[in-house]
């Protein structure tokens, strides 16, 4: 360099130490100022550009139009050329006339000329390009500026030390150029308008980030003004930004979905290579069948999300090595302390160089975060939308296998794991760089004896392996436990009713309360492993400090311990602590995510429906569907359902399938949709296909979304199916007609509606070929037979489709074109109504027998139409808002519009899914403004205020409290202690060591080191065990307060009253007991952990700084001032976006699982796309609160650590200031505890804000703890006498029941009164009350006035479990628990083996079985699905049987039953219930014609109370009745 700068005119040395290092005013020579200051701005330019214009080449985002502000920029580019070239020339000028400069003054000139042309060019082209803010040239100009500032000082400086100019010309242009550098660089922080067709032009709300500065990017500037507004007031999900395109479901699924299938393609590959078979399903999307590998998920997420990781590694390289800088500056300014002689400035640039450091530190760590969690958050929603696309297409098989509630598991739980573990990642490279930095240049500082220390740290690596390997071991069953629970959970509250009213509660409580007991045990271990885990990586620092330096002072006397070996070493030491400190969080990540890798992957390599076993394109001409020699079976291990099928349906057909229960016609329906597996033979279905499942499958949605299913609206033909459905009287009583928000499964429609509502979505969606499953049975003779003619028979709208009916109905069956008997699986007959009646065979006899000349026979009613014939029979009452008393908002969140819409939905869901309830207490109807007026009302009145108070401010001090008291107030004490106690060890070793830094040295040599040493060593060890004791004590307390507040929860919830249920959707509950009681396991623990750690270790920080510079208490004040205002910011935007985002989180799931369990009908239609749509929608929404939340951390982290450098910055300038008065040891102490205050600090707001967000499952999980209960089960001082009821006597005194209060009366002033032995049919219209009778006697409603005698004995003075164990019910809807059959049967197991077979002989199930070959020990699955409805209605049977009371209610029992099925159970039930009184709810009128009396209730009060023919002499209610359906 000194060849380029040392000859020829004002030529000079390029580096002069005595110029530049020891002096008291120092300078740079003119040669280093012109070469390496001049050169760095252009080879950062030059080095950074190729990568940059490839970035800008596929980043484009549209050119901008050119601006003053481009313009100018561009000028002062063009300008700084002339001015640089303009010193060339000058050179070039003096050299022609023999004053030849140095060669300097000629390259220096040219490089930065040509640098700043190229920089006018960047401007240009990135205009073009569309970027609005430069972030390549802002630091160009800046360093540009920096490298110019020197320059210009030492020229001025000079010029005054001479009293002259020396070189007037260079003098002026450099000034120039400084002021032209200068203005760009200001020009520079100035950002563009948006480019042409950005988003901001189409949307109104645009993430805002793109748009910002470099600097506003740099440092998260643009999420202050969310900020604000959010500590102005409560943030609302209008206020949150829309996502950026690449963020989007729709972009980021398609990314990871085709990588999937890459990956699956290869897995097929290796197969086949391998010699396997593979099938042609294997290139199918998602995953075909079952393979010898499956295709890497693992592999697929690394291709689509690795490049945005190695963006983050980047950033997280130049922090690590910045981390590295600081302890070397420590070093410098202890050297400075301990040097009276050295100059000030020396001190002061090391303090400044410090804080530089730090800063850059600060930003670069909050650019890796900012890329890695973003990924994180991308992961998945492509987790996500990947699980939702699999659980559409997954074969039976797979779906009986897996619940909702597992799947729903992988989609929160399983791909939260992934996220959660995104941040850690970049440890698995940063970790080691760290340790090999830190044992470097311990090693320059301590040379071998550093070797002790790593040694130390080496031994660690088994213990820590054996802790994770026992960790996800524990991981694992955890998770077993965990879905066992939560599928046990979903099976209790869907079947609630049905517990209640066999008083099975018990057996199920204690069933949940088993796997909770092995679940806690569980988390209690893996509570201890996490306190050795935490004592390890809290003391190993230490101790690696103590061996270090222990063996350093012991194998040579002549090694002295000074203030600069030991704060340096402890420097590096911290550095080491933080990879360390990280890695159970990394460990503990990684052995869920493995565990839940494995789960995902497994179900997405899982079997799928096979889209080609049905041949939709190809068909013989003039039919519709065609099955030769079909074999069908729900799962490859099972035996076949359906055989040897030979069946054509010809186009345009009426076809009806009948035959008994279990026979295959509904397995006959799944076949032709193609859910069945084919074994062999061929489908053929030519034409679009709608579907009306057995059980209707009804949306949360309005009326009018559920039967358009995602059609557009043609009025005429929307009216043409309402009409034809008989929806129009329905619609006169629903609150918003046909825009009424039906709640979850159709809660607020009868069985009735919900039918019709399925069967006007197959209406109108206008398809070519129906297949009705027995859409008759729910409703009412004159609704069935107005459906039949209206909709399926020759004169109805689809009279020239193709229709496939399943019914039980006879009297239909005479229209039909040709009839297809079913039999054990097979076609047993196939003719018109008269062939098959000529043949004598079982049709034919079974038509004889069920239908002699009279009988037109239909299944009696559920619906609101009843009264179809003269509508103005019925008039159902409008009562009172209903959600007024109804104060659970969705997931106790804010109202957001999600929630706005929940609200509606929850109508007047009341306490029977069923027909008793059909007339479901509509609200009024209500416009758009009423609606808010009366949420206004709400808010006024009171009812929904200490909720909103909730969910918008601060959690209340009262929740923490509450959880204290749970983890037990004398355990908190004594963490409490501890902790003070570890800090106050950790101060007195610090400044111990201080103390002997500072020991005067006799001969060279420190004496009483082994005293030193040894003291040091026991506060070391004292401060590990009193960690690892408050860890312990925390694992304690924290096990303690899952297990008492879990408790609570499910005690209360299955003592809660059935209303409760039915207004409160299942999956707000089964919130609590996942995602909140998940948090109080295992989240609240480690982050109330976080938070004492982080709190102490800032409080030492601070003692000791105050106590080595008491000047620093100055700074003290306004930096906590600052640091409090900027949490308080934080917090509240912080806290309302995280509720956001839960409450957005929730629909996610609860429309996940409601497409699972209606993915059938979603297929059948071929709405799969829509549905996807519609779920990458609801995630979206989701995101739209997930990254604000996750940019708030970065806008805190940025700011706080700037608090954190501060006190770096402070702390090095006071010990420099304070230099006469401070020891070497001091100053090491203070800015060694200064350097490591950042990260504690950052640490501590965000575990305070994340100990405030968590603590909300603490109050979620006590709000449904304390709701209210029904009356106790037993009532130890007035329980019934044995044997009770003896006689069973049935009366009503006076009895009124209402469902809620406020609301209208359901039953007026019954007075009856039931003999023993009586046999009593309860009829009447829908909505007359007769279910409601039925739930007065087990008390699910209790009585507004009046009472219930049960021989002799008022219901209300005995325990509820006392009365329901002494009923028996066989109710509507019939519902089965997985598990085996025995248990859905006899749970408590009070009946022996041979009572068991006697019941299911006699219920008629005993053929099916015993042709199971596990008999008893059958494995019923989710709901029974594995049985058809018929076969789950003659298990009630069979349970009732069992049972034997005095007292048996059928509420509409046999309405999914055969006629012949139904007369069987009706001969089983008058001969082993002879004795009993039977109240019967009647669906066919047959079924009560000879029971003793028949009650006809009208509106809640006794019609008639008379014998059958005496009614129908009387010609009444009664006799209408029995006339419409052929009996009078």
Partial sequence: MDALCGSGELGSKFWDSNLSVYTHNPDLTPCFQNSLLAWTPCVYLWATLPCYLLYLRRHHRGYIVISHLSRLKTAVGILLWCVSWADLFYSLHGLVHGRAPAPIFLVTPLVVGVTMLLAALVIQHERLQGVQSSGVLIIFWFLCVVCAIIPFCSKILSAVAKGKIVDPFRFATFCIYFTLALFAFILSCFREKPPLFSPKNVDSNPFPEADTGFFSRLTFWWFTKLAILGHRRPLEERDLWSLNKEDCSEVVVQRLLEAWKKQQKQAAWVAVASGKTVSSEDEELLGGRSRPREPSFLKALLVTFGPGFLVSSCFMLAQDLLSFVNPQLLSVLIRFISNPTAPNWWGFLVAGLMFMCSVMQTLFLHQANRYVFVMGLRLRTGIIGLIYRKALVISNSVRRESTVGEIVNLMSVDAQHFMNLTPFLNLLWSGPLHIILAIYFLWQNLGPSVLAGVAFLVLQI??????????????????????????????????????????????????????????????????????????????????????????????????????????????????????????????????????????????????????????????????????????????????????????????????????????????????????????????????????????????????????????????????????????????????????????????????????????????????????????????????????????????????????????????????????????????????????????????????????????????????????????????????????????????????????????????????????????????????????????????????????????????????????????????????????????????????????????????????????????????????????????????????????????????????????FFDTTPSGRILNRFSKDVHVIDGVLRPTILMVLSSFSTCICTLVIIVISTPLFTVVILPLAAFYIFMQRFYVATSRQLKRLESVSRSPIYSHFSETVTGSSVIRAYDCIQDFEAISDAKVDNNLRSAYPSFFSNRWLGVRVEFVGNCVVLFAALFAVIGKSSLSPGMVGLSVSYALQVT??????????????????????????????????????????????????????????????????????????????????????????????????????????????????????????????????????????????????????????????????????????????????????????????????????????????????????????????????????????????????????????????????????????FDSPASLIAARGIFYGMARDTGLA
Avoid at 1294 to 1303: A, D, I, Q
Avoid at 1345 to 1373: C, F, K, M, W, Y
Wanted: net charge negative; glycine share 8%.
């Fill in 1239 to 1504: 990260f504690s600090l950052n640490l501590l707001i965000r575990m305070l804000s994340e100990l405030e967000s968590n603590i909300v499952a603490v109050e979620r999980v006590k709000e449904y703890s304390k709701t209210k209960t029904e009356a106790p089960w037993v009532i130890e001082g007035s329980r019934p006498p044995a044997g009770w009821p003896t006689q069973g006597e049935v009366e009503f005194r006076n009895y009124s029941v209402r469902y809620r209060p406020g609301l209208d009366l359901v039953l007026k002033n019954l007075s009856l009164h039931v003999r023993s032995g009586e046999k009593v049919g309860i009829v009447g219209r829908t909505g007359a009350g007769k279910s409601s009778m039925t739930l007065c006697l087990f008390r699910i409603l209790e009585a507004s006035e009046g009472e219930i005698r049960v021989d002799g004995l008022n219901i209300a003075d005995i325990g509820l479990h006392d009365l329901r164990s002494q009923l028996t019910i066989i109710p509507q809807e019939p519902i089965l628990f997985s598990g085996t059959l025995r248990r859905n049967l006899d749970p408590f197991s009070n009946y022996s083996e041979e009572d068991l077979w006697h019941a299911l002989k006699l219920s008629h199930l005993h053929t099916f079985v015993s042709s199971q070959p596990a008999g008893l020990d059958f494995q019923c699955s989710e709901g029974g699905e594995n049985l058809s409805v018929g076969q789950r209605q003659l298990v009630c049977l069979a349970r009732a049987l069992l049972r034997k009371s005095r007292i048996l209610i059928l509420d509409e029992a046999t309405a999914a039953v055969d006629l012949e099925t139904d007369d069987l159970i009706q001969a089983t039930i008058r001969t082993q219930f002879e004795t009993c009184t039977v109240l019967t709810i009647a669906h066919r009128l047959n079924t009560v014609m000879d029971h003793t009396r028949v009650l006809v209730l009208d509106k809640g009060t006794v019609a008639e």
């Fill in 462 to 1059: 088994p213990l820590n392996a054996v802790v994770a390997t026992k960790m996800h071991a524990f991981q694992a069953k955890q998770m077993k436990f965990k879905d066992s629970r939560i599928k046990l959970m979903s099976e209790i509250l869907g079947g609630i009713k049905v517990l209640k009213l066999y008083a099975w509660e018990p057996n199920f409580l204690q069933q949940v309360e088993g796997i909770r007991q092995s679940e806690l045990r569980l988390l209690r271990r893996a509570a201890y492993l996490h306190a050795i885990s935490v004592f390890t990586w809290h003391c190993t620092p230490f101790l690696v400090t103590l061996i270090t330096l222990g063996v350093y002072v012991s194998v040579d006397p002549n090694n002295v311990l000074d203030a600069e070996k030991a704060f340096v070493s402890v420097s590096l030491f911290n550095i080491l602590k933080n990879p360390l400190n990280a890695l159970p969080n990394l460990i503990s990540g990684l052995t869920q995510t493995s565990v839940s890798l494995k789960r995902i992957q497994h179900f997405l390599s899982q079997d799928e429906l096979d889209s080609q076993c049905v041949e939709r394109k190809t068909i013989t001409p003039g039919h519709a569907v065609i099955i030769e020699n079909g074999t069908f079976t729900w799962a490859q291990n099972l035996s076949p359902t359906l055989h040897s099928l030979d069946i054509q349906v010809p186009k345009g057909a009426l076809v009806a399938m009948v035959g008994p229960v279990g026979c295959g016609k509904s397995s006959l329906v799944s076949a032709l949709l193609g859910e069945m597996e084919k074994l062999e033979g061929k489908v053929y279905v030519k034409g679009s296909v709608a579907y009306v499942p057995q059980q209707a499958w009804i949306q949360n949605g309005t009326l009018q979304e559920n039967v358009l299913f995602g059609r557009t609206l043609d009025p005429s033909r929307y009216q043409r199916a309402l009409e034809a459905c008989a929806l129009l009287p329905d619609l006169e009583v629903l609150p918003g007609r046909d825009k009424t928000e039906i709640g979850e499964k159709g809660i607020n429609l009868s069985g009735g509606q919900r039918q019709r509502v399925s069967l006007a979505r197959a209406v109108y969606s206008d398809a070519d070929i129906f297949l009705l499953d027995d859409p008759l049975s729910a409703v009412d003779p004159h609704v069935a037979k107005h459906i039949f003619d209206q909709v399926i028979g020759p004169e109805g709208v689809l009279a020239r489709k193709t229709r496939v009916l399943v019914t039980h109905s006879l009297s239909f069956l005479p229209q039909m074109d040709f009839i297809i008997v079913l039999a054990d699986g097979q076609v047993s007959e196939v003719g018109t109504y008269s062939v098959l009646l000529q043949h004598s065979d079982s049709f034919a006899n079974f038509i004889h027998n069920y239908a002699p000349g009279k009988g037109k026979e239909h299944p009696e009613e559920d619906s609101r139409t009843a009264g179809l014939d003269n509508p103005g029979d019925e008039e159902v009452p409008l009562t009172e808002d209903t959600l007024s008393n109804h104060t659970d908002l969705m997931d106790n969140e804010p109202v957001t519009n999600e929630v706005q819409k929940q609200l509606k939905r929850q109508l007047s869901a009341v306490s029977s899914d069923g027909e008793g309830q059909g007339h479901s207490l509509p609200l009024k109807p209500l416009g758009p403004a009423e609606k808010v007026v009366q949420a206004a009302e709400r808010k006024a009145n009171g009812t929904l205020i200490e909720e909103e108070k909730v969910e918008v401010g601060k959690v209340k001090v009262n929740v923490f409290w509450d959880y204290t008291k749970a983890v037990g107030l004398s355990i908190t004490l004594v963490i409490c202690l501890l902790y003070v106690g570890q800090s106050a060890a950790a101060i007195g070793a610090s400044i111990w060591l201080s103390a002997w830094t500072n020991e005067a040295m006799v001969d060279g040599r420190q004496n009483n080191t082994s005293h030193r040493l040894g003291v040091y060593a026991a506060l070391g060890i004292l401060q590990g065990m009193l960690v690892v004791l408050s860890s312990i004590m925390m694992a304690v307390g924290c096990a303690r307060a899952a297990r008492l507040l879990h408790q609570a929860l499910l005690h209360n919830q299955m003592r809660s009253p059935q209303s």
